[in-house]
């Protein structure tokens, strides 16, 4: 039996750590194609769709990518399976409600009038309808693999959630390039819509397959659920506050050129995260289990060995950046974009300051203490916000980055803080953990 749950586990911390790479080295391929197929102008613009699409659907999803996930295991663990029919499909059913109200109230002159006074040149209006429609799909990808999730089919979550949804887009997009076929961005919006439809199709059969050998009976009232999910879904905003505010901000105040100048070089950046992103999921349930049985001292050993090894590379990334960085954005995006090289230096230092915190928000939630996670994103977002509308306006494209790498490095001082203080585990970057860490390798 225990050779099964190891097994079953490596399994799942495989999928996860590969849907993470998959879905942050798409992401990076997808700008790079974008890039040289699109005008800076509309490259800016891609950006800021692709961040309303994120902001949206989150909403959208009130915190239920979460709670259905606890609601599914519970009702497992008590044996209460008839409870899961209609309510998994009810649920299905609000999002995809809520998600069409969205997509209507997107192709109204109202949401054409409100994006125009949020952005400078006005362009991205021309776009908003097409956009409603792709956070309708993206919303109900998002909850039918939070549902596998629930279920313990940790390989179907990754596949939809992060897998699928860019590999197929960038596959596209690179087809369409070496048949030197021409694109602009409404065809590349089109494509990334029908993508996530169609995701969303291939999903509902084994969606369908999980809920209808459920015995039937009554479901679990929606109240208690969206009482739960409100502080998630709070919190989630508020996290969107600290990493989209920036790009909202520099694109009212610039333009779509500068737009595109710092969403490459955020992209760019962000795989210096990449390490600490697969380290937290694989670490995830060693960290519950450790915690959880009082193991202190192997939870600590695992903790510095997570973040000496994480932070080493994503320190060699930087490095890389730091003396090839102009080269690099020259050979991924061209020449246009090599003004972006201070921008990628400057969030790049941010992301290392991430990695080098470790885990500290795994850890908090892992030992229920949620709410710290919760009450650093709003302090951390409102920083991020005030500085936003102070120092973007006058410094523009470098305003920006420097109030991104603030906003992610204020927020790690919080979780670090919070983390050590509430629970005694130092999980940031250490003279003692790069020394127990070297002793383990030799």
């Known amino acids: 039996m225990s050779n099964s749950i190891s ?11 590969f849907g993470f790479a998959v879905n942050a080295t798409s992401s990076l391929f997808i700008s790079i194609i974008l890039a040289r197929v699109l005008d800076p102008e509309s490259v800016g613009l891609y950006f800021l769709a692709f961040s309303i699409s994120i902001i949206f659907s989150g909403i959208l999803q009130f915190g239920f990518n979460i709670t259905v996930v606890r609601l599914i295991s519970a009702s497992i663990a008590n044996n ?6 209609n309510t998994l499909i009810n649920l299905l059913l609000l999002i995809m409600f809520l998600s069409g109200l969205l997509a209507f109230f997107f192709m109204t002159d109202m949401a054409s009038d409100f994006f125009k006074l949020i952005q400078k040149n006005q362009s991205l209006s021309t776009y908003i309808p097409l956009i409603g429609f792709w956070v309708l799909f993206i919303s109900i990808r998002s909850y039918l693999a939070e549902v596998f999730r629930g279920f313990h089919d940790i390989k179907m979550a990754a596949i939809y959630q992060r897998i699928l949804p860019n590999i197929v887009v960038v596959i596209a997009i690179f087809l369409f390039y070496i048949a030197d076929i021409q694109m602009d961005l409404y065809f590349v919006l089109y494509m990334s819509m029908i993508t996530n439809a169609l995701l969303v199709l291939f999903a509902l059969y084994p969606f369908y397959k999980k809920i209808s050998v459920l015995p039937k009976g009554q479901q679990v009232s929606l109240m208690p659920m969206i009482h739960s999910s409100a502080p998630i879904a ?19 105040v610039s333009t779509a050129d500068k737009v595109a100048d710092y969403g490459v070089a955020f992209r760019l950046a962000a795989v210096i995260s990449l390490p600490l992103l697969i380290a937290n999921n694989v670490v995830m349930p060693h960290v519950s289990k450790y915690h959880s049985t009082d193991n202190t001292e192997s939870l600590n050993k695992l903790i510095r060995y997570a973040v000496t090894i994480t932070s080493f590379i994503s320190i060699a990334l930087l490095l890389v950046y730091v003396v090839l960085g102009e080269e690099v954005l020259v050979a991924f995006y061209g ?8 921008i990628l230096i400057i969030i790049g230092c941010a992301h290392v300051v991430n990695v080098a915190s470790g885990s500290p928000a795994v850890v908090l939630a892992m030992a229920c203490k949620e709410k710290y996670v919760f009450y650093s994103s709003v302090l ?16 523009g494209l470098i305003g920006a ?29 250490s003279i003692n953990s790069v020394q127990t860490t070297i002793k383990r390798v030799l």
């Open 401 to 429: 980055a420097f109030t991104t790498a603030f906003g992610l490095i204020f927020l790690n001082a919080l979780l670090v803080f919070f983390s050590y203080k509430i629970l005694g585990y130092k999980t940031y970057l």
């Open 80 to 85: 209460k399976l008839s409870e899961l029919r």
């Open 234 to 252: 709070v919190g989630q905003i508020f996290q969107f506050i600290v990493t989209q505010t920036p790009l909202w901000v520099l694109g009212a």
């Open 380 to 395: 951390a977002a409102i920083v991020t916000f005030l500085l936003s509308i102070v120092v973007i306006p006058e410094y």
């Open 335 to 342: 020449p246009g974009y090599n003004a972006a090289y201070i």
């Open 7 to 17: 097994s079953k586990l490596k399994s799942d911390s495989f999928w996860v750590a």
